[in-house]
């Protein structure tokens, strides 16, 4: 049986992170992951020419762990425009920045609609959360969850009303959150806010893969092995343990950092590991990829659906194509759409739904979109209501050199997985 000093098992964002902070350190350490890529969730697929994100995801260039762990430049990231088309009763709205200039942008927009008092309170959260954050409290992947509220009761207590929360707040943060009814805890949604105002959302050139195979690149050689799914741990009461492999081989660690997803990390621990610790249930997307030629009218511009469910499947509409450079051919155009969850239709007519809907937005240009990929990813953000994070463990070490690692310790994004990782990490160096 082989044997080594720290085993983390998966190469996503939070296992990537923990190695890098490992590695840097001076620590031997290998990483073991099922999947013939690094990056978990974070994935792209070539498809006939273009590069096709699994479910669409943006990186926000604020992220404190991107800043510490990733190279910008080297990223070549191309940014979306600050504002947005919200979609309204068939009608795109324009609202130019509502981040870093919310009073002007409501007001312009959304006037009659809403009141300018919604604008004026858009104004202050964002000061407040603004500066929570730069004082630490309101990371979600630190703070602890005490009595935090969703965030529709936060919104609401903070007076803002129902309209202005159906058509800013569900639209943009529901296809965040992949949830509309805004049952995400506040501090998610403060963090979450706070970055899109400080910061801009971007993709990496050729496709959101490129963050973890830039994570990938940092570590020492030969220190990730691919194609490689662990079947069992067995926790060692001494410290750490050892790995079954699926490949038949069994390894021995010291340490050992399980960074797989929460259901699986809990599928491959005995059931004592955990002790009263329950993984917590996913939300799923599903995102449709078209091609077209030439460039739709809405270019990098973000277009969120106000409507109702009833009008068709779209949560948000993008062009990542014409964000940054390598998601398409020459010539040619990438089209996301992502689905929302409470679509009543079947899956089978969710592309000629897609271009329907969308069609009474851009025009008649949509009809001749051609369908590239269905991409459905059914475990993509852990729930993060108050409740299910408050029984979340307060430490992610399960025994003396076993320790969880993931976002489903921190916050769902790329920000709460680099974290996690490197939280872990330090606290192994602790040790
Ligand atoms: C559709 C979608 C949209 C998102 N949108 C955003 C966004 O816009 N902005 C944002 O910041 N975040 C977004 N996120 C969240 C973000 O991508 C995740 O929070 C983050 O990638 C999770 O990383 P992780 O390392 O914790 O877990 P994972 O990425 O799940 O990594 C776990 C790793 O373990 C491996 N593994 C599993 N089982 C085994 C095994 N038996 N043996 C060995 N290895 C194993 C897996 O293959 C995987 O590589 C989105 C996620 C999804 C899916």
Same mark, same amino acid.
């Not at 099922?34 to 969730?41: T, W």
């Not at 792209?44 to 992220?63: E, I, K, M, N, S």
């Given at each position: ?20 902070t ?7 350490v290998?990483? $073991? ?10 994935a ?7 590069? @096709? ?11 404190p ?24 009763? /068939? ?12 009073? %002007?942008? &409501?007001?312009?927009?959304? !006037?009659?609609? #809403?009141?300018?008092?919604?604008? $004026? ?8 959360? $603004? ?14 969850? /005490? ?9 609401e207590? !903070? ?5 202005? &929360? !159906? ?16 049952? =995400? %805890?506040? =501090? ?11 910061? !801009? ?9 490129? &963050?973890?195979?830039? +994570? ?22 001494a ?16 340490m050992? #950092?399980?960074? =797989?997803?929460?259901?699986? %990390?809990?599928?491959? +621990? ?16 599903? +995102? ?5 030629? /030439? *460039?739709p ?16 499947? $779209?949560?948000?509409?993008? @062009? ?10 020459? /010539? *040619? ?5 992502? @689905?929302r ?29 051609? *369908? ?24 992610? *070490? ?11 310790l ?22």
């Open positions: 049986m082989q044997t080594a000093d720290c085993i983390i098992v998966g190469a996503g964002l939070a296992g990537l992170s923990c190695g890098q490992l590695a840097a350190a001076g620590r031997r290998q990483i $073991i992951e099922a999947a013939d890529q690094p990056g978990g969730r974070v792209t697929d070539a498809v006939d020419g273009f590069r @096709v994100d699994r479910g669409f995801q943006v990186y926000l260039d604020a992220y762990e991107g800043q510490r762990f990733l190279d910008h430049r080297a990223l070549q990231l191309g940014c979306f425009e600050p504002g947005a088309l919200v979609a309204s009763g /068939g009608r795109l709205l324009p609202v130019s920045d509502p981040w870093r200039r919310p009073l %002007a942008a &409501i007001r312009s927009v959304l !006037r009659g609609t #809403v009141g300018v008092t919604d604008g $004026i309170r858009t104004a202050r959260l964002r000061s407040e959360m $603004i500066r929570s954050v730069r004082q630490g409290r309101v990371d979600p992947a630190v703070v602890a969850p /005490g009595d935090e509220r969703s965030t529709r009761s936060s919104l207590s !903070r007076g803002f009303s129902a309209d202005f &929360i !159906r058509l800013f707040f569900e639209p943009f943060f529901g296809g965040v959150f992949l949830e509309r009814e805004l049952a =995400t %805890a506040e =501090t998610v949604f403060g963090f979450t806010f706070a970055m899109f105002s400080l910061g !801009r959302a971007c993709l990496p050139a050729g496709g959101m893969a490129a &963050i973890p195979r830039q +994570l990938a690149s940092g570590l020492p050689t030969g220190s990730l092995e691919l194609g490689t799914p662990v079947e069992r741990i067995e926790p060692d009461h410290g750490g343990g050892e790995l079954f492999l699926a490949d038949g081989r069994r390894l021995a660690a010291r050992i #950092v399980v960074a =797989t997803d929460a259901v699986t %990390a809990a599928n491959l +621990l005995p059931a004592e590991a955990g002790g009263s610790w329950q993984p917590p249930a996913f939300k799923s997307t599903t +995102l449709v990829a078209f091609a077209a030629d /030439g *460039q009218a809405c270019g990098r511009t973000l277009i969120v659906s106000a409507e109702p469910a009833a009008a068709g499947p $779209i949560d948000n509409l993008t @062009v990542p194509s014409a964000v940054a450079a390598g998601y398409a051919p020459a /010539g *040619q155009s990438l089209i996301y759409a992502s @689905v969850g409470d679509w009543p239709g079947a899956a089978a007519d969710l592309p000629a739904a897609i271009q329907q809907q969308a069609a009474g937005w851009l025009g008649a240009e949509v009809n001749g979109w051609r *369908q590239l990929a269905t991409v459905a990813v059914p475990r993509a953000l852990p729930v993060e209501t108050p409740a299910v994070r408050r029984a979340r463990p307060v430490s992610g *070490q399960l025994g003396p050199g076993l320790f969880l690692c993931g976002d489903h921190t916050t769902s994004s790329i920000n709460g997985a680099l974290a996690a990782g490197r939280r872990v990490a330090e606290t192994l160096l602790a040790s």
